[in-house]
């Protein structure tokens, strides 16, 4: 199990890290696949304003989660990384469910395809049965080291505005898993290299 420390360090340092863990809750194990790094210095952060009531939980302690509803009919979760009042945390995009996958089809839907059940930062809250009402669970116990280190790869975040081109994202290689990459249609044009 990872412990408090593994999480009490810079959000993206920590986000490639958290690929091929295991996160259980609820009756659902997901193997991560997919996830985003943000940051209080990272104007796409929902702690950029500082804290507010709703990101509280984003400025720590680290190893809890931080859920949020989003689109007015989703809800996403992160986990909080970083020293006490950094107000940073990774977006879990993506997964496999590898254990728990009865109850999981049991909240996404009979017909979801395997694939698909934590496919996508909303189907995988949707799927571990996370709400607002978890917002500020303890994930320390939780979230468990993977079994092999996989091939990491970086690029930009998905759907965002604002640092649309900042690498914080990260995948497992070549992984089914993983959700397709879709810029915001309102970002600025790519930048340079």
Known sequence: MLDRAFFARDSVAVAPELLGCTVTANGVTVRVTEVEA????????????????????????????????????????????????????????AGEVVDGVEAARGRRGERVADR??????????????????????????????GVEAPAVLAGPRTGITKAADTAWRFWIANDRFVSPYKRHPKAPAAEAE
């Open 38 to 93: 943000y940051r209080e210095d990272d104007p796409a952060s929902h702690s950029f304003r500082g804290r507010t009531d709703r990101t509280a939980v984003m400025f720590g302690p680290a190893g809890f989660l931080y859920v949020y509803f989003t689109y007015g009919m989703h809800y996403c979760a992160n986990l909080v990384c970083g020293a006490t009042g950094a107000g940073a945390a990774v977006l879990l995009r």
């Open 116 to 145: 698909d059940l934590a496919r996508g930062p909303a189907r995988l809250a949707q799927a571990m049965g996370w709400d607002r009402s978890d917002d500020g669970a303890d994930m320390v116990g939780a979230v468990r080291a």
